[in-house]
């Protein structure tokens, strides 16, 4: 997934690098982008790419609810239409906060 997503980079821009903002409730972050500004107009603007890590609250129940809600939308994506590209999709949930 990495090289996957290092390639989607690359066609977008030649030159990236880590940064730290500056935050006033989080504090400082590191954050990815080009010579433009975030990696976020790539994966969180108008192109059919994403790229996100979080960390989510659930309960037991919510957790499962949220495992079923995305192996069923997997399951309605499965059939490409005519003439559509190969995506590839990773999702992992695991209980822990990213560091």
Do not use: C
């Amino acid at each position: 997934m990495m090289t996957l997503t290092a390639r989607q980079m690359q066609e977008h821009a030649d030159i990236w690098g880590y940064g730290l903002e500056q935050h006033d409730v989080t504090g400082s972050n590191l954050r990815l982008g080009d010579g433009d500004g975030r990696v976020s107009t790539l994966f969180a603007g108008v192109a059919p790419l994403m790229a996100n890590v979080a960390t989510l609250t659930l309960t037991a129940r919510q957790a499962r609810e949220l495992k079923a809600r995305l192996i069923a939308l997997f399951g309605e994506y499965q059939a490409p239409e005519t003439g559509g590209e190969s995506y590839s999709v990773a999702v992992l949930l695991v209980t822990g906060d990213v560091a």
